[in-house]
């Protein structure tokens, strides 16, 4: 069985994550998220939760059991984070536009919203980017062949 410190170093590696960027996002103490990733401390179930939501993995896998990882199978290159990155930017910058922002209600005025959305946003695009990967590889070019 993996450690909790290294399934979640392993995340902010895997999601581009940097430790400030997931104390943001998640909503747990930088400090705390130092002493996770050092070994120092587990986290507690509810910051677990959190910090779980926030990378986009299952909770068991955090918490180091054997369960598949979900980083597994179509992986994403360099060309297509790119892609995902500026398709993203160019959905925000549209949304601050009034029209936009009519057509929904309001605005996102909140920073902490704003990045909700983002991470939203881009968890949405990485997995839909995954799954049009997997549907429309031809078997012989996959990395896992089947």
Known sequence: MTSFKDRLNEALIMRGIKPA???????????????????????????????????????????????????????????DERQIAADLEKMLADLDSQNTMAAMGGTVDDDEDRELLRASLQATMRLAKKIAKEKYTPKKYRQNKE
């Open 21 to 79: 960027e997931l104390a943001r996002l998640s909503g747990v103490n930088e400090g705390a998220i130092s002493q996770y990733r050092k070994g120092a401390y587990k986290a507690n179930q509810y910051n677990l939760e959190k910090i779980a939501n926030a990378l986009n993995v299952p909770i068991p896998w955090l918490m180091g059991n054997d369960v598949p990882s979900p980083f597994d199978g179509i992986s994403l290159n360099y060309r």
